[in-house]
């Protein structure tokens, strides 16, 4: 194994030496000539991808052999993610396998995905796990990450494809979109419950609705400044409220209007509606 020459984005590179064939590619990532190192491949390469906030670390093995071909890190940013693209297309034979496509690497793994690029997504137990029995060391290093995923994909047929199109994304998308507004709606009752409790005596018992606080607040004569601003904010909480109780509704309607589309049969579980199945759906 002879190392090559640093190149702009790569901290790190490893190069396993093997003579031309005909037929071979000799494009460089770079677009310049390529030195007597640098050897284009023909065979099926998987890539595996370590992610990270900051950077990405990845390892390009041969399919057949398990052997390491190369090894390089690129910042995550739309700079390094252009470089990584292009350092990939020496392969023309790839697929890719991120770690936790779900997480750090869910940007990435859609991009490539929605690039029609082959993608897998490696639970970070599984990668652990290899990384453990290949090298016997369970600290976490980059470069060993990445090439401990690329040789669990390798070894999996049955890891799950990244589809960013799939069902399960936009079921994703919707349920967490409505945890928001339900947590936003949240808090808005308990501010209203605390302006309420300086308006009424004894405050509000029981379940607020928008309903019943709009009764309430029609029948509040504040005597004083602080009660006035105290009702009028309450009214702008009771607004917001309101407009938060639509916005669930409609996505409520899109959710199971996207559940039926999907054709699961999770709603003819007794106790399983529609909101929990789309969530059961976008994190299985």
């Known amino acids: 194994m002879r190392p090559a020459g640093t190149q702009r984005g790569v901290t790190q590179k490893e190069v396993w030496n093997q003579k031309p064939e005909v037929g071979m590619s000799f494009a460089r990532a770079d677009g310049e000539t390529p030195t007597e190192t640098e050897v284009p491949v023909l065979m ?47 392969f023309s034979e790839r697929r890719w396998a991120v770690e936790n496509a779900g997480g750090l690497g869910r940007y990435l793994a859609g991009r490539l995905a929605a690039a029609d690029e082959s993608v897998v997504d490696v639970p970070p137990k599984l990668s652990a796990r290899v990384r453990v029995l290949s090298s016997g060391n369970a600290r976490k290093n980059d470069g060993l990450d990445a090439l401990a995923t690329a040789l669990a994909a390798s070894r999996n047929g049955r890891l799950a494809a990244v ?32 302006l309420l409790r300086d308006l ?19 029948g509040i004569r504040p005597q ?28 409520n309607g899109r959710i199971e209007a996207e559940v039926e589309a999907s054709g699961s049969t999770l709603p003819e579980i007794f106790g399983v509606g ?9 994190t299985g």
């Open 274 to 282: 529609p909101i929990l199945a789309a969530k059961i759906i976008g």
């Open 163 to 194: 589809d960013p199109e799939a069902t399960s994304e936009v079921l994703r998308l919707l349920s967490e979109r409505r945890e928001d507004l339900v947590a936003e709606h949240t808090r808005a009752l308990n501010r209203l419950h605390a």
């Open 44 to 90: 099926k390469v998987l890539i595996g991808v370590d992610p990270h906030k900051a950077s990405l670390a990845v390892a390009a093995i041969d399919e057949a052999t398990g052997e390491l071909l190369e090894r390089a890190s690129f910042p995550q940013d739309r700079a390094g993610l252009r470089s990584l693209e292009r350092w990939a297309k020496r």
């Open 224 to 251: 004083s400044s602080s009660s006035r601003i105290r009702r009028r904010l309450a009214s702008e909480v009771l607004r917001d409220i309101r407009t938060l109780d639509r916005k669930i509704a409609e996505l």
């Open 200 to 218: 009424l005596p004894g405050g509000v018992a029981g379940k607020l609705s928008a309903d019943r606080a709009a009764r309430l607040l029609r």
